[in-house]
């Protein structure tokens, strides 16, 4: 019979509970420092507080049980990618890194789009379809 987290968790509730929202902000994408420093952890040794982490049963199996039942779609979607690159374009640090996102971004949104060549273009709209055409009714 295997060991799950639950039958691994008697201990001081405190430190589970700081594990267990270590291993919930590693879910969901956070690097292990600001994991271990949303979890409640001092920014002064973190590092060693992540190693302890890490040896421990309950976080390895914990970590185990997470990543089977990981629903990759609730972790990535449209909204997160826009606020991710949207971070990455308005960094202060301009670079290469940072007009990569911006495509991106401008694909995502279908603002500009990608030719067979590679070329990035605006994505034409109606009006640069039909510059003529006026909605029945209008006087524009």
Do not use: C
Not at 82 to 106: F, G, W
């Amino acid at each position: 019979m295997a060991l799950t987290s639950k039958d691994m968790a008697n201990f001081d509730p405190a430190l589970r509970q700081a594990y267990d929202k270590y291993v919930d902000n590693l879910m969901r994408g956070a690097d292990k420092g600001e994991a271990a420093m949303r979890a409640g952890v001092s920014m002064n040794g973190w590092q060693e507080w992540v190693r302890g982490a890490e040896t421990d049963p309950y976080v390895i199996q914990l970590m185990k049980e997470r990543l089977e039942a990981l629903n990759v779609h609730e972790l990535w979607n449209d909204k997160l990618a826009v606020l991710t690159l949207r971070r990455i374009v308005e960094n202060a640090v301009k670079s290469s890194d940072q007009l990569n996102a911006a495509k991106e971004l401008n694909v995502l949104l279908n603002i500009t789009e990608v030719d067979e060549a590679g070329r990035t273009r605006k994505v034409p709209t109606l009006e640069d379809l039909y510059p003529d055409s006026k909605p029945e009714g209008s006087d524009a």
